[in-house]
């Protein structure tokens, strides 16, 4: 085998173990959840319990969601986007930034909807 077909075989191989291992990465999670979601059925199977928690701690989840928001935008704003326009500088990301911006503002109007209305 020469130099090149060795470093292709490499690079094939590191791409598939990291394809695998993010699989499984994703399956042990959904398993993770799903005996969490048992675990959480058995105490409370209507659900009752863990309705009125969410109520009682709203505002407080609504802080935590705005904080997730604002490292998600700043990691995207001043890490991933300068990278992305450097290797591709035709594109135009502003389309996917604003439905983006979209989708997080349906989803809170989702999850106050029971105060708004």
Do not use: C
């Amino acid at each position: 085998m020469n130099m090149h077909t060795t470093q292709k075989l490499q690079r094939r191989f590191g791409r598939t173990l990291k394809v695998a291992l993010v699989l499984l990465l994703i399956v042990a999670m959904t398993v993770g959840l799903f005996l969490l979601a048992s675990v959480l059925f058995e105490f409370d199977p209507d659900g009752q319990k863990v309705r009125g928690w969410l109520n009682a701690n709203r505002y407080g989840l609504f802080t935590w969601r705005l904080t997730l928001y604002a490292l998600i935008g700043w990691g995207w704003f001043f890490v991933v986007r300068p990278q992305a326009t450097v290797k591709m500088p035709g594109i135009s990301i502003q389309r996917l930034e604003w439905i983006t911006v979209g989708f997080i503002v349906i989803l809170e109007l989702a999850a106050w909807r029971s105060v708004i209305a």
